[in-house]
């Protein structure tokens, strides 16, 4: 790794620890050259792809995915850490399913199930943007239908 201030090639690593449950890796490096120190992060890759409904393939992006979450949830009692969590938990899912590609509808569906179980609010404001909501009826009826599966598990 060179350093990025001196770029000098050789550089120690002074600390190495596991991050987000495991599928990243933090160093904390040291320029052996100059002294400086800097942080790198080590993620698990695969060629993951996503496939659209107009049948476009793009490669998978966890930071679309992050922005997204983070529009959703905005203002509302999710965590950072929540979020970032369940990220990591979808993409190991599609990695160890061995598939390179992915259909859009399921990760979609399965964030909406992640903000469904976590903040109702979220998950309007995402299904809004996901569902592609053309007028207040159509929010109107997921709101209703989130009504309705909430009175079904209280009674």
Avoid: W
Avoid at 44 to 51: A, I, K
Avoid at 76 to 100: T, W
């Amino acid at each position: 790794m060179k350093c990025p201030k001196c770029r000098a090639p050789d550089t120690k690593v002074l600390d190495s620890r596991p991050i987000e449950d495991g599928l990243c890796i933090r160093r904390r490096r040291e320029c052996l050259n100059c002294g400086f120190r800097f942080t790198t992060y080590e993620r698990f890759f695969t060629e993951l792809f996503v496939v659209k409904k107009d049948g476009r393939r793009e490669p998978f992006s966890r930071e679309k995915l992050l922005i997204g979450l983070r529009k959703a949830c905005h203002k509302r009692p999710i965590s950072e850490e929540q979020i970032q969590r369940f990220l990591n938990e979808l993409e190991a899912e599609l990695i160890l399913s061995g598939e390179s590609e992915i259909p859009s509808h399921y990760i979609g569906e399965r964030i909406m199930n992640f903000l469904k179980n976590t903040d109702k609010v979220a998950y309007i404001r995402f299904a809004s943007v996901y569902k592609d909501f053309k007028d207040l009826d159509e929010f109107l009826a997921q709101i209703e239908k989130l009504k309705e599966g909430a009175s079904e598990s209280q009674g």
